[in-house]
């Protein structure tokens, strides 16, 4: 069962332009949210994050938007540019014990295209 | 390089032959984690560590997988008598063990098994 989902397996983008991956789960018991970038034979480089008691964080040109009644978080990179082409991994943890996250649970990734 | 280091990157082996993956985890990281990833999926979780303890193991780690980290530092993963299905990338992250700490990915081990 997939508990957390990226509905779109790709998004092309013009350079300049506002990027947004989206991203849905389905546990309430996640605390905390993060977003990965992969290049092709190269493991998921941690991009931006964000804990459950905030609804945005803000990192550069990365803006993640959490939005917990919905269960939904958004990424939003602007301006796109064109090194900013991989797939992006949405992924979710539970705290462990009450202190400490644990597993991640990761979507399927979007594969972001930016052109020039 | 302080970040997390997988050896070897690749691995091409036949089937019913035993593979084993070696994971070094940033220094001060006391947590290490084992993921598999195969073709259109996002990393599924395998085990972790805090230290030298196994303190979770997924219903995807049958019976022919083994992990181990016996001094707390570098980790190991072992297949036994692998299978075609077992072909996937192989990651490991680590992780400092505090409150809403980050996972550290490294580059992965490609596992092909013919």
């Known amino acids: 069962d997939q508990q957390v989902k990226q509905n779109s397996p790709s998004l092309s983008v013009q350079e300049g332009r506002i990027s947004i991956l989206n991203c849905d789960y389905t546990n309430s018991m996640f605390d905390y949210f993060l977003w990965y970038k992969k290049y092709p034979a190269e493991g998921p480089t941690f991009l931006i994050s964000?804990?459950?008691?905030?609804d945005k964080n803000e990192d550069g040109r990365f803006t993640v938007f959490l939005n917990k009644s919905a269960k939904h978080l958004s990424l939003h990179i602007v301006p796109s540019q064109p090194g900013d082409s991989a797939v992006y991994f949405c992924?979710?943890?539970?705290?462990?014990?009450?202190?400490?996250?644990?597993?991640?649970?990761f979507g399927r990734g979007t594969q972001l295209t930016v052109w020039p | 390089d302080t970040g997390v280091s997988q050896n070897p990157r690749h691995k091409i082996t036949k089937r019913g032959q035993n593979v084993t993956f070696r994971c070094d985890p940033i220094s001060e990281h006391n947590r290490l984690y084992w993921y598999r990833q195969t073709l259109g999926q996002g990393p599924e979780f395998l085990t972790y560590f805090q230290n030298e303890a196994q303190l979770e193991k997924s219903r995807l780690l049958s019976d022919r997988f083994s992990a181990e980290r016996p001094k707390g530092s570098f980790s190991t993963l072992e297949i036994q008598r692998t299978e075609q299905g077992d072909s996937a990338m192989y990651l490991c992250a680590s992780s400092s063990g505090t409150a809403l700490d980050t996972q550290y990915f490294g580059p992965g081990t490609r596992l092909t098994v013919l």
């Open positions: 964000i804990s459950s008691i905030k």
């Open positions: 992924a979710a943890s539970a705290l462990v014990r009450g202190s400490t996250l644990g597993r991640l649970y």
